[in-house]
């Protein structure tokens, strides 16, 4: 389980701390160099190949070294929170998968649970069984996008056909299920919006056969790759202790060393009914943080099997909750009952009804800890929705990542991080 | 100089591929003749023709994905939907080198001063496809933070719809404009400015 | 939960599985660093800023539903508009704080706050709050007092207002139709 290093204890990293001193999120330059010819100050981004998306990152230079970095973002700030208070709660569904757009489906999950904690709803064991599939799957097609666009910066090239050939099996899927590729919009409150069509179990059990090849094929081109190890070993450190005080969760804490999984840990939908392995490795360098994504990849395609072999005798079952109030009546019942009309007239105009509270929940999304705090007011309408992203809090470890590094390694570093700038801006 | 213009307007005549010859009866669609009709108003040379056909075979756009639609159009040059085959698949990250600005993905108000620096950067030729819903009008976030249309800061010739779409969509955008540069159609900032 | 000797501690509220303590700003960087020091809240997961302004107003808010709550057996139940609790002031601050432990605790630390009153920072207890309370600041206008690096961070550095306010208009354009002119 969890262990945390005390202060006195010494860490395997590095000692003390890195975290820059006096704003944490800024590497500054020694003042006394800072005027000198010798710093010359890089503008990166907001448009750069290697960002992750519109990052903006004022370096100081020292030759190659960076000495100082100072992380600007803001350039897709979207207005999500406000929008979604001016719409109904399920249309406020529709908006959530856009702010991480790579694990679009831990998005809708998350405010969909949050939604379902206030309304106190029991969801179907069909739905939380093809939930907890889908976000699997939408873990290993984040970590895909990641893995190919990492290689992609360092000059490992080849990756991105590859890690994109089988992203497209898993869009596929998700078409076949949903009917779209990204952004499905399948979560729905009590459940899921269609029940799982025909045919779906058979294709996705393909997928899950193939998967540990390709897997393989990726080991087989980077793990023992050795420039791939000499661009990403040793470079990055972040301590244990330094991870847990900049918040960081998801793969960037447990490639420092911290055995901590939301899924195992604070399990939510029915994780804590399969077993899967939690990589977590010592090093807290750019290579373990790969490593630690591509073992991630392994262990969701061991969850997935095991979802597959539930809902494979869940068929008929129904997919999502019984409560009118809040979730539609069938077609049919709309001909012959009068109740059914109203409540779907009810919760199509206006919308249903949340009680009024609080709630903070959180799920493992592929970047980390994924939160929603939803304030209702009992309306219609949520009150507050606040998304805490994962991303947000791992840019905020790159002053303490790049110190020392070269430039090179400024964008090994930070594709380490995983960010998503849709997340971070919102 | 009177120049020979064939009888037909369908640009399946003219040499150029596009997908509608899948469907043989269909017909011309309205883009067809739209462009049939420019074409026969414009009286591009032979010089001029092949100058437009060797602009379409190399468009190289530039790496500008904002978000969501980014995603897809990382997709169009995998494997599957391949826009190498169009010479299409280097990216470029200087916009000095690009042919082709994709925004994808929504503009904040923040972004919109350095696309417009980027889209100063490009040289001409340039074309402009606002990919997505976002880039076209804004989406679904009508509010203080996006910027609804990217053609209130810089001129567009293509708009994409799809939220996002499709990576076959972006291809379809794609070769309509391949299609309106190969008929002489003018690219928008010679055409008109930018929406107010 | 032991919470009682928490610095500055207001009053605890617990519902939905939630534990949230309510603490006086003034002391909230001590309340802060016993919780981290004492019970192991070593990650600050999450700071939030809420506005209320407008809570409460009838028609708009408010559950309906019978005293007992909702009935599925009844339908037609219209029983109680119950409007939601009042407000102490017109801003909360929440601090989710999560203990790295088995057992996954969860706490919410909450201030309450009025317009342009500050909040003292917590960076010196967790560095990681550095970026949440810019944006407290520059989505909420929740001025904190002793943060290293007091600036906008989503919003242009000349931005006007504060986007999140419940008084800062949604803004975007009315959408026109074709067809009509």
């Given at each position: 389980?969890?262990?945390?290093?005390?202060?006195?204890?010494?860490?395997?990293?590095?000692?003390?701390?890195?975290?820059?001193?006096?704003?944490?999120?800024?590497?500054?330059?020694?003042?006394?160099?800072?005027?000198?010819?010798?710093?010359?100050?890089?503008?990166?981004?907001?448009?750069?190949?290697?960002?992750?998306?519109?990052?903006?990152?004022?370096?100081?230079?020292?030759?190659?070294?960076?000495?100082?970095?100072?992380?600007?973002?803001?350039?897709?700030?979207?207005?999500?929170?406000?929008?979604?208070?001016?719409?109904?709660?399920?249309?406020?569904?529709?908006?959530?998968?856009?702010?991480?757009?790579?694990?679009?489906?831990?998005?809708?999950?998350?405010?969909?649970?949050?939604?379902?904690?206030?309304?106190?709803?029991?969801?179907?064991?069909?739905?939380?069984?093809?939930?907890?599939?889908?976000?699997?799957?939408?873990?290993?097609?984040?970590?895909?996008?990641?893995?190919?666009?990492?290689?992609?910066?360092?000059?490992?090239?080849?990756?991105?056909?590859?890690?994109?050939?089988?992203?497209?099996?898993?869009?596929?899927?998700?078409?076949?299920?949903?009917?779209?590729?990204?952004?499905?919009?399948?979560?729905?409150?009590?459940?899921?919006?269609?029940?799982?069509?025909?045919?779906?179990?058979?294709?996705?059990?393909?997928?899950?056969?193939?998967?540990?090849?390709?897997?393989?094929?990726?080991?087989?081109?980077?793990?023992?790759?050795?420039?791939?190890?000499?661009?990403?070993?040793?470079?990055?450190?972040?301590?244990?202790?330094?991870?847990?005080?900049?918040?960081?969760?998801?793969?960037?804490?447990?490639?420092?060393?911290?055995?901590?999984?939301?899924?195992?840990?604070?399990?939510?939908?029915?994780?804590?009914?399969?077993?899967?392995?939690?990589?977590?490795?010592?090093?807290?360098?750019?290579?373990?943080?790969?490593?630690?994504?591509?073992?991630?990849?392994?262990?969701?395609?061991?969850?997935?099997?095991?979802?597959?072999?539930?809902?494979?005798?869940?068929?008929?079952?129904?997919?999502?909750?019984?409560?009118?109030k809040?979730?539609?009546?069938?077609?049919?019942?709309?001909?012959?009952?009068?109740?059914?009309?109203?409540?779907?007239?009810k919760?199509?105009?206006e919308?249903?009804r949340v009680p009024e509270?609080?709630?903070?929940?959180?799920?493992?999304?592929?970047?980390?800890?994924?939160?929603?705090?939803?304030?209702s007011d009992g309306g219609a309408?949520?009150?507050?929705?606040?998304?805490?992203?994962?991303?947000?809090?791992?840019?905020?470890?790159?002053?303490?990542?790049?110190?020392?590094?070269?430039?090179?390694?400024?964008?090994?570093?930070?594709?380490?991080?995983?960010?998503?700038?849709?997340?971070?801006?919102? | 100089?009177?120049?020979?213009?064939?009888?037909?307007?369908?640009?399946?005549?003219?040499?150029?591929?596009?997908?509608?010859?899948?469907?043989?009866?269909?017909?011309?669609?309205?883009?067809?003749?739209?462009?049939?009709?420019?074409?026969?108003?414009?009286?591009?040379?032979?010089?001029?023709?092949?100058?437009?056909?060797?602009?379409?075979?190399?468009?190289?756009?530039?790496?500008?994905?904002?978000?969501?639609?980014?995603?897809?159009?990382?997709?169009?040059?995998?494997?599957?939907?391949?826009?190498?085959?169009?010479?299409?698949?280097?990216?470029?990250?200087?916009?000095?080198?690009?042919?082709?600005?994709?925004?994808?993905?929504?503009?904040?108000?923040?972004?919109?001063?350095?696309?417009?620096?980027?889209?100063?950067?490009?040289?001409?030729?340039?074309?402009?496809?606002?990919?997505?819903?976002?880039?076209?009008?804004?989406?679904?976030?009508?509010?203080?933070?996006?910027?609804?249309?990217?053609?209130?800061?810089?001129?567009?010739?293509?708009?994409?719809?799809?939220?996002?779409?499709?990576?076959?969509?972006?291809?379809?955008?794609?070769?309509?404009?391949?299609?309106?540069?190969?008929?002489?159609?003018?690219?928008?900032?010679?055409?008109?400015?930018?929406?107010? | 939960?032991?919470?009682?000797?928490?610095?500055?501690?207001?009053?605890?509220?617990?519902?939905?599985?939630?534990?949230?303590?309510?603490?006086?700003?003034?002391?909230?960087?001590?309340?802060?660093?016993?919780?981290?020091?004492?019970?192991?809240?070593?990650?600050?997961?999450?700071?939030?800023?809420?506005?209320?302004?407008?809570?409460g107003s009838p028609g708009v808010s408010g559950y309906i539903g019978t005293a007992a709550g909702r009935?599925?057996?009844?339908?037609?139940t219209q029983g109680l508009q119950a409007l939601p609790a009042?407000?102490?002031?017109?801003?909360?601050?929440?601090?989710?704080?999560?203990?790295?432990?088995?057992?996954?605790?969860?706490?919410?630390?909450?201030?309450?706050?009025?317009?342009?009153?500050?909040?003292?920072?917590?960076?010196?207890?967790?560095?990681?709050?550095?970026?949440?309370?810019?944006?407290?600041?520059?989505?909420?206008?929740?001025?904190?007092?002793?943060?290293?690096?007091?600036?906008?961070?989503?919003?242009?550095?000349?931005?006007?207002?504060?986007?999140?306010?419940?008084?800062?208009?949604?803004?975007?354009?009315?959408?026109?139709?074709?067809?009509?002119?």
């Amino acid at each position: 389980m969890a262990t945390i290093a005390r202060p006195d204890a010494k860490d395997p990293i590095y000692d003390g701390t890195r975290i820059p001193s006096p704003i944490p999120t800024v590497l500054e330059v020694d003042p006394a160099v800072k005027d000198t010819d010798d710093i010359l100050t890089v503008n990166f981004g907001p448009n750069h190949p290697s960002t992750h998306g519109v990052l903006r990152l004022i370096v100081d230079l020292d030759g190659e070294v960076v000495v100082g970095v100072h992380a600007k973002v803001g350039y897709v700030h979207t207005g999500f929170e406000k929008n979604m208070e001016q719409k109904s709660w399920w249309k406020g569904i529709t908006y959530a998968p856009r702010i991480d757009y790579l694990a679009y489906q831990n998005n809708e999950l998350v405010f969909v649970l949050a939604i379902e904690k206030l309304l106190g709803l029991e969801i179907p064991p069909k739905a939380s069984w093809m939930r907890m599939l889908l976000s699997e799957l939408n873990r290993i097609h984040s970590h895909l996008v990641w893995l190919g666009t990492a290689a992609l910066e360092l000059g490992a090239i080849s990756m991105f056909w590859y890690t994109f050939r089988e992203r497209e099996m898993i869009l596929d899927l998700s078409e076949l299920v949903a009917g779209y590729r990204m952004h499905t919009r399948y979560f729905q409150t009590g459940g899921l919006a269609e029940d799982v069509p025909p045919g779906f179990y058979p294709e996705c059990r393909k997928f899950v056969e193939w998967m540990p090849k390709a897997i393989a094929d990726y080991d087989g081109l980077l793990e023992k790759n050795e420039i791939w190890e000499n661009r990403t070993r040793g470079l990055g450190l972040l301590s244990r202790s330094d991870a847990i005080a900049l918040g960081q969760t998801g793969p960037v804490l447990r490639a420092s060393g911290v055995d901590w999984d939301l899924r195992r840990d604070d399990p939510y939908l029915y994780y804590d009914r399969v077993h899967f392995h939690v990589p977590v490795l010592p090093h807290g360098d750019t290579y373990d943080r790969y490593r630690v994504r591509i073992e991630e990849m392994r262990a969701s395609v061991e969850i997935v099997e095991q979802c597959l072999d539930r809902l494979e005798r869940l068929e008929g079952e129904p997919w999502i909750a019984d409560d009118r109030k809040v979730v539609l009546p069938p077609r049919e019942e709309l001909h012959t009952s009068m109740e059914s009309l109203i409540h779907h007239f009810k919760i199509v105009t206006e919308g249903y009804r949340v009680p009024e509270g609080e709630v903070y929940v959180a799920v493992e999304s592929p970047r980390g800890e994924l939160g929603c705090y939803v304030v209702s007011d009992g309306g219609a309408r949520p009150w507050r929705v606040k998304f805490r992203a994962p991303s947000f809090a791992a840019l905020e470890a790159t002053a303490t990542t790049v110190q020392g590094a070269y430039i090179a390694d400024l964008i090994a570093i930070v594709g380490s991080l995983d960010t998503v700038m849709g997340e971070v801006d919102r | 100089m009177a120049v020979e213009r064939p009888k037909s307007h369908r640009l399946a005549d003219h040499g150029l591929q596009s997908e509608r010859l899948l469907w043989p009866g269909k017909g011309p669609s309205e883009f067809e003749q739209e462009l049939g009709d420019i074409e026969s108003q414009l009286g591009l040379t032979t010089l001029e023709k092949a100058i437009a056909w060797s602009q379409t075979k190399s468009m190289w756009p530039d790496t500008f994905g904002l978000a969501c639609c980014a995603i897809e159009m990382m997709s169009i040059v995998s494997s599957r939907y391949d826009i190498a085959r169009f010479g299409m698949e280097a990216f470029r990250s200087s916009p000095r080198q690009a042919d082709l600005l994709i925004i994808s993905g929504r503009v904040a108000q923040k972004m919109a001063a350095p696309i417009a620096q980027i889209y100063d950067q490009m040289l001409e030729p340039k074309w402009v496809i606002a990919m997505g819903a976002c880039a076209s009008s804004g989406g679904m976030f009508n509010n203080y933070a996006v910027l609804q249309s990217v053609d209130k800061i810089i001129p567009v010739d293509i708009y994409v719809p799809g939220c996002p779409p499709r990576p076959e969509g972006l291809m379809e955008g794609i070769i309509r404009l391949h299609e309106r540069v190969q008929a002489g159609v003018p690219a928008a900032y010679e055409v008109g400015g930018v929406a107010k | 939960m032991a919470f009682a000797e928490t610095p500055g501690l207001l009053s605890t509220t617990e519902a939905f599985s939630e534990t949230t303590l309510v603490v006086d700003p003034a002391r909230l960087v001590e309340a802060c660093a016993f919780l981290r020091d004492e019970h192991r809240f070593e990650m600050l997961v999450d700071i939030a800023a809420t506005d209320y302004l407008g809570w409460g107003s009838p028609g708009v808010s408010g559950y309906i539903g019978t005293a007992a709550g909702r009935n599925l057996n009844r339908p037609m139940t219209q029983g109680l508009q119950a409007l939601p609790a009042p407000k102490p002031k017109r801003f909360s601050l929440n601090y989710h704080l999560l203990a790295i432990q088995p057992g996954a605790r969860r706490v919410r630390v909450q201030v309450w706050l009025d317009d342009g009153e500050p909040v003292p920072s917590v960076v010196s207890v967790w560095p990681g709050a550095d970026w949440f309370e810019r944006e407290a600041w520059d989505m909420m206008g929740i001025p904190v007092e002793g943060h290293p690096h007091p600036e906008r961070l989503i919003m242009d550095e000349d931005w006007e207002g504060h986007p999140l306010r419940k008084d800062y208009p949604l803004g975007g354009e009315p959408v026109r139709f074709s067809g009509e002119e």
